[in-house]
């Protein structure tokens, strides 16, 4: 079975602290997905409060990083953290209450967001970063 998220040279952001988290994050809905597949509902259950927490400590680390480094777009990357950590969370809690069954659909809502997310804003607050010397 193929990964859903291949996380590649391209995903990196050279900030080795939001790319380890990356690589954890891509590796988490990875698991999501395998479990899904497996039709292990518990392990996929597991993954995705995994997930949700790692979530929380990355999306603080970017926010920390971005806040002590003065980055111009903090707000903006602030409230899409928000989103998608929001709509993760209810994900979970749906999927937990069997209000949901989780499919291809989140699951590839999960790696869309994973790539757009790195592409978009991560790289710009990376450069950020990459600029004052933070590596």
Same mark, same amino acid.
């Given at each position: =079975? =193929?990964?859903?998220?291949?996380?590649?040279?391209?995903?990196?952001?050279?900030?080795?602290?939001?790319?380890?988290?990356?690589?954890?994050?891509?590796?988490?809905?990875?698991?999501?997905?395998?479990?899904?597949?497996?039709?292990?509902?518990?392990?996929?259950?597991?993954?995705?409060?995994?997930?949700?927490?790692?979530?929380?400590?990355?999306?603080?680390?970017?926010?920390?990083? =971005?806040?002590?480094?003065?980055?111009?777009?903090?707000?903006?990357?602030?409230?899409?953290?928000?989103?998608?950590?929001?709509?993760?969370?209810?994900?979970?809690?749906?999927?937990?209450?069997?209000?949901?069954?989780?499919?291809?659909?989140?699951?590839?809502?999960?790696?869309?967001?994973?790539?757009?997310?790195?592409?978009?804003?991560?790289?710009?607050?990376?450069?950020?970063?990459?600029?004052?010397?933070?590596?």
């Amino acid at each position: =079975m =193929m990964a859903l998220i291949e996380f590649t040279n391209d995903e990196l952001v050279h900030v080795q602290i939001i790319d380890d988290q990356h690589r954890e994050i891509a590796l988490l809905i990875n698991d999501v997905h395998k479990n899904v597949l497996d039709n292990s509902k518990n392990l996929a259950k597991d993954s995705l409060l995994k997930l949700t927490e790692l979530l929380e400590i990355h999306f603080e680390t970017e926010e920390r990083l =971005m806040k002590e480094n003065r980055y111009p777009g903090y707000i903006t990357h602030k409230l899409e953290h928000d989103r998608f950590y929001n709509k993760t969370v209810k994900t979970l809690d749906q999927y937990n209450n069997n209000e949901i069954s989780l499919g291809l659909d989140q699951l590839d809502s999960f790696r869309r967001w994973f790539y757009n997310h790195i592409e978009i804003n991560d790289r710009k607050c990376a450069n950020h970063l990459i600029s004052l010397g933070i590596s």
